[in-house]
């Protein structure tokens, strides 16, 4: 039968332990703001925008428990097993190791001595109520109390048997201390183990069952357990002990009177508890709980009995103090709106080898590529060494604008038109004469400007802006060179398209930022310049430059045709 038992709880608890197990998960989401009281808000914001490395610690739920088991005194009369206890707790978490929790315990204590005790004299409770106990006398001879109050030397001497029967409650505030979540190869898991120590108070009442049902007459305990019971087995002695008394427990056990404090009209006492316990996750609210607590007080009347049995020559000699063992299984849920699981089943390492694994939030170092010419372009896509200052293309390749063989940085006529072509070192054409009435020394006749200045280039605009490009202004210095060369000559700036208001305005707008740009940047006068939009036969994002004709006249400046519709970039 005792084998069935052990089996069937054997099975149990694997059962419990695989639904534990069955029950591991990931932690919460640390991103999650609902979870993150208000005080810890300031850092938990510092943490998503990246300039705190440690996230904000999450509002966790409490724990409440209910528990019962037995309750079990140790002290100088041998405990009866099992009696009942019952406790309740609250717990909270401070941090993922480290919690505490509030304890109340109900115990009822019960002991029973299976060997007649000799001194029991010496304890209020049983010399009170008609017993006599044998004390030795001087010359070595045993006599009996009974004699010397005037019974006959012949009677048998009594006998008591100590029992008790105590009722202790306690509450303590223990620090709890987990033992096994914080885990560096597995996520979480469904067992929590922790160990606890704490200090409270104890408050007990203890009676013995020192006479029979009418309350009055004492038990004969000789003749419920004869002269030679103390050489049977301990159990069948206790089982008559118990067979052939009550279950009154009528009389106080003996206790400190008012020379210790009371409360609530019991002895009260300080106490220190320390214990071991194991809890089994079945949901992420309920826990079953396997605990041992062991608590000390600094009393020997716990039992009712402060004097061992000793020999009779040497009375003086007292027993240890008292204490009480609670082992217990419990059911505790976790209780809280929009918090986490107590933290005490959360891994704080989860958190960490999440970002390990697949990062949210990374702050990489800049790149630095390699650029050993240092034009902009790295060395892995350039195809060029270009000397120190040479702008560049996207390839790294030096620019020449006029495609005369000679790079812009070094090119001194950065636009030479190709019938003047080849050039010198410095980038330089010789236009050939384009008649027999030019040779040196003699001006040719007719539009001279349009020689001098030569074919001028035209800007080209990205669709709907006005904004000059690096090239174009490359080329717009290029005029400038030559106007500066040239202070004879005027230049006609020339935009297209009129269909609507909207394109006219667009076709100023151009005209007028080639013309400022000329001036401001390069330095020429308004006055070189003819202004003329709007004109037909051109490329709506192209403005034409070119040398005015001899007697050529018109305004530099016109009013904007639509000034609402005036572009700014």
Request: glycine share 10%; aromatic share 10%; hydrophobic share 30%.
């Amino acid at each position: 039968m005792a084998s069935k038992k052990y089996s069937f709880l054997t099975g149990f608890l694997c059962l419990l332990a695989s639904i534990g197990f069955s029950q591991m998960g990931s932690s919460y989401d640390v991103k999650d703001s609902s979870v993150i009281p208000s005080k810890r808000m300031p850092q938990h914001t510092e943490f998503l925008n990246g300039t705190y490395n440690f996230p904000a610690k999450p509002r966790n739920q409490w724990e409440v428990g209910v528990k019962v088991g037995a309750f079990t005194v140790s002290g100088d009369v041998p405990a009866v097993f099992p009696t009942p206890g019952f406790g309740v707790h609250v717990r909270k978490a401070f941090g993922y190791v480290f919690s505490m929790r509030l304890e109340y315990m109900y115990g009822i204590g019960k002991g029973l001595s299976w060997k007649p005790a000799e001194n029991f004299s010496r304890n209020t409770a049983w010399d009170v109520n008609g017993y006599s106990a044998p004390y030795r006398a001087s010359g070595g001879a045993i006599v009996s109390s009974q004699s010397l109050h005037g019974y006959s030397p012949d009677e048998p001497l009594q006998e008591v048997f100590y029992n008790y029967k105590t009722q202790t409650q306690d509450l303590a505030l223990e620090g709890v201390f987990t033992l096994n979540n914080i885990r560096f190869h597995k996520s979480k898991t469904g067992i929590n183990l922790y160990g606890f120590a704490g200090v409270g108070g104890t408050i007990y009442d203890t009676k013995v069952n020192a006479l029979n049902s009418d309350g009055i007459t004492p038990y004969k305990f000789e003749n419920i357990v004869s002269s030679t019971s103390i050489y049977k087995n301990r159990h069948d002695i206790r089982k008559q002990l118990r067979d052939g008394m009550d279950k009154s427990y009528e009389t106080p056990a003996e206790n400190h009177g008012d020379t210790r404090p009371k409360l609530f009209g019991q002895t009260f006492k300080p106490s220190g508890t320390i214990g071991i316990g194991v809890a089994i996750k079945l949901t992420k609210r309920l826990n079953l709980a396997i605990e041992d607590r062991q608590t000390f007080i600094k009393d020997d009347l716990l039992d009712g009995q402060q004097w061992q049995e000793q020999a009779w020559g040497n009375p003086s000699l007292t027993g240890d103090f008292d204490s009480y063992n609670y082992a217990s299984v419990g059911l505790n849920i976790n209780l809280g709106a929009k918090s986490v699981e107590p933290l005490w089943w959360l891994n704080p390492l989860d958190y960490a080898y999440s970002e390990i694994r697949n990062p949210r939030l990374m702050r990489l170092p800049k790149p630095v590529l390699p650029d050993s010419d240092g034009d902009g372009v790295t060395d892995q896509f350039d195809q060029e060494q270009t000397p120190q200052g040479c702008p560049v293309d996207t390839h790294g390749v030096s620019r020449d604008t006029d495609g005369d063989g000679v790079p812009d940085c070094k090119d001194k006529e950065l636009v030479t038109p190709t019938y003047c072509q080849p050039v010198d070192a410095d980038g330089v054409g010789k236009c050939p004469c384009p008649d027999s009435t030019c040779y040196e020394g003699f001006m040719k006749k007719g539009n001279d400007c349009a020689i001098t200045l030569g074919a001028l280039p035209s800007v080209t605009f990205k669709q709907g802006t006005i904004k000059i490009g690096d090239d174009a202004k490359a080329l717009l210095a290029s005029t400038g060179s030559r106007l500066r060369n040239s202070p004879g000559c005027r230049v006609v700036v020339v935009g297209y398209c009129s269909s609507n208001k909207r394109e006219q305005q667009l076709s100023w707008d151009r005209v007028n930022a080639v013309i400022n740009y000329l001036v401001e940047k390069e330095g020429l006068s308004a006055d070189r310049f003819i202004f003329q939009y709007g004109q037909d036969g051109g490329d709506c994002n192209t403005v034409d430059l070119r040398a005015a004709g001899e007697g050529e006249e018109g305004p530099n400046t016109v009013p904007a045709p639509h000034p609402n519709l005036r572009k700014n970039k």
